[in-house]
């Protein structure tokens, strides 16, 4: 054995304990553009995994202006924006979200957890506090730490709790709240208005990432704060554009003063390149389609409140969802792998979600909807839930 190999041999039994546990993600490999149906080793499955929420991903409108983007810009940015410049078609876009979200401005980054990694350590350091909710997203979490503020866990959506934290802690520098918008393995809504005044009233910035929210929540998918019609009252919106977008990219949208301050400061933005030209260029038609019609927005609720309806009915715990994530409640990681695996041997592909994105003893099977499902999906999947179900003698 070359010392290499014996160096690294600790992660042969690490896996060896996750594989055991049924903790070991199985990453399958998908033969086909993203779509309500995808190939997978050959076989059309009906897809209940994807954000794709509003079926975007593959869009002849999104494929044709990043095609035509290719031809104008080519690939690649080139270097970071500070140094080579940037695309007008990044500013373009950057200009269409702020509107489309009604804000100052907005600023983009690779990615929704490059957003992440942009606001919270540029915003925040060592002597200031953060209230983060014990649910946030991996992103927020590593932020925070990155960031070496203190951070305080709040209890899942409590404001109570929440406020009852603040009021202990008063000698920081400065202090923020963070939370999900969506909490995407429960698929419920956070508390934000309720955040909102808590925090007014300390005089606390709140920031809210709207990654299940984006394209999905508020009025033609502009976002949990016009959902909660909290404009202006909200500091900092994250969002991602690889959910109901379709694409990929991250965004962060509040006053003029916060984005030039990341702009000048944020070292995701400063440090790595920028999002590519066909990306952009289909985010600013998938934009264009959003503030077109409310028709794909208002498809997806649609088909979320028969699958929903649908579940329940024939007896699963669908938990606290509010949104288009439908988790189905299992339990134990074994039950949720197989009742996945089943599925998929049935012809639809749901996966398993298992400690530890989710408590241990809460793994659950996650059906993620979507504007391209058809009625006829929808049937679908709900025949093949109920075969399942009884067959593992979940309901
Ligand atoms: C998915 C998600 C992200 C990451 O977004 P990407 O664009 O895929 O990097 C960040 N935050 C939350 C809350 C998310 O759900």
Known sequence: MTQEQNSLAWIEDELARLREAGLLVNIRTIESAMESWVTIGGRRLLNFCANNYLGLANHPRLRQAASDAIANFGVGPGAVRTIAGTTSLHLELEARLAEFKKAEACITLQSGFMANLAVIPTLMG????IFSDELNHASIIDACRLSRAKVVRYRHGDVDDLAQKIAETKEYRRRMVVTDGVFSMDGDIAPLPQIVDVAEQEGIMVMVDDAHG??????????????????????????????????????????????E????RARPFLFSSAMTAPDVAACIEATKILQDSTELVDRLWQNTAILRQGMRQLGFDTGMSQTPIIPVLLGEALLAQRFSRRLIEEGLFVTAVSSPTVPMGKARVRVMNSAAHSQQDLEQALDTFERVGRELGVI
């Open 126 to 129: 060592d002597n200031d506090l």
């Open 214 to 259: 984006e394209g999905v929540l508020g009025t033609g998918g502009r976002g949990i704060v016009d959902h909660f019609a909290l404009h202006g009252r909200v500091a900092i919106e994250v969002g991602t554009l690889s959910k109901a977008f379709g694409v990929v990219g991250g965004l962060v949208a509040g006053k003029q003063l916060l984005i």
């Open 261 to 264: 301050w990341l702009r000048q």
